[in-house]
């Protein structure tokens, strides 16, 4: 997460404007049975960066198996 997830969110924050909309679609993993929030962690990171959740669309991937209820794209605002 602080490796990459964190940059990649810092630079698309300094890159947009102040109206800028960032999205990302990523699920939870699950490994063994055990969650890895990744979609927690990716929102965490977004919000501390500087950005605030807007809304989620959900979505329907054919190619992707997911425990998850449904796939969402995740929109962010810059403050």
């Keep these: 997460m602080e490796e990459y997830v964190r940059p990649t969110i ?7 404007k102040d109206d800028g909309v960032f999205c990302f ?6 490994f063994s049975g055990k969650k ?6 990716w929102t965490r ?18 190619m992707r198996k997911t ?6 794209i ?3 605002m810059k403050s």
């Design 10 to 16: 810092k630079n698309c924050y300094l890159a947009l």
């Design 25 to 30: 679609d990523v699920i939870n993993y699950y």
């Design 36 to 41: 890895i929030p990744l979609v927690e962690d």
């Design 45 to 62: 990171i977004a919000e501390e960066e500087g950005f605030y959740f807007k809304d989620k669309i959900p979505i329907k991937s054919k």
């Design 67 to 72: 425990t998850e209820d449904s796939e969402y």
């Design 74 to 76: 995740y929109l962010f």
